[in-house]
């Protein structure tokens, strides 16, 4: 029984040694990482990015980031968009803050990965995943991401080009039914039917 109650007293101890331990760090630590974006075209390109929480420690961290604007934690896609101009580099818009509360954060590292996808075409998109930890320097800069295609001026040019061309002889209909007379009735953005196909009126 003694021996039970020793054990008891040492490891009430070294409980007490570890939280004044942490309790000695600032558990509001916070990490940031930048990153530029090139765009290599020979046009503007819209962008837009979405955060993915690959790894991080649970319930002991807050994270955000801003490109545009500055979301709170709970919003994972941006919902405002950049446009680089050609030949650009946009080196101010996208922060990543990790904020380090205390518990498994102070001994784990996070990974966050942050895709920026072109508004025009998500199958066109760079990702870089940035690793966040206490030991880790405050302010990360990642090596730079670079488009070297638009496909907002390749989809415009084209297919509006298309649409005009097909539509000079042929019904078209918004998707409730309702025909349109001529392709300058469409207004930007419409959602039409011709030929039993869709169409998005791009510009």
Not at 27 to 55: H, M, Y
Not at 109 to 138: M, R, V, W
Not at 194 to 201: D, R, T
Request: glycine share 6%; proline share 3%.
């Amino acid at each position: 029984m003694i021996k039970l109650f020793k054990i008891l007293i040492l490891s009430l101890i070294i409980i007490f040694a570890t939280n004044n331990v942490f309790g000695l760090i600032d558990t509001n630590i916070t990490k940031v990482s930048k990153i530029w974006v090139k765009n290599n075209s020979n046009t503007p390109l819209t962008l837009f990015v979405e955060r993915i929480e690959t790894l991080l420690p649970e319930d002991t961290t807050i994270n955000y980031f801003c490109w545009g604007a500055c979301y709170p934690p709970s919003v994972s896609i941006s919902g405002e968009m950049v446009t680089i101009p050609s030949g650009e580099i946009d080196k101010i818009n996208f922060i990543g803050d990790y904020i380090i509360k205390g518990g498994a954060a102070l001994v784990d590292t996070a990974q966050i990965t942050y895709c920026f996808i072109d508004d025009c075409y998500s199958g066109n998109f760079k990702c870089f995943t940035a690793f966040y930890s206490l030991e880790g320097p405050t302010d990360s800069l990642y090596p730079m991401l670079e488009f070297d295609t638009s496909y907002c001026d390749i989809i415009i040019s084209i297919y509006n080009k298309e649409i005009k061309n097909i539509i000079t002889s042929n019904r078209m209909f918004d998707v409730l039914g309702r025909e349109f007379d001529n392709y300058n009735d469409i207004s930007f953005g419409t959602l039409f039917i011709q030929n039993g196909n869709k169409y998005i009126k791009t510009k």
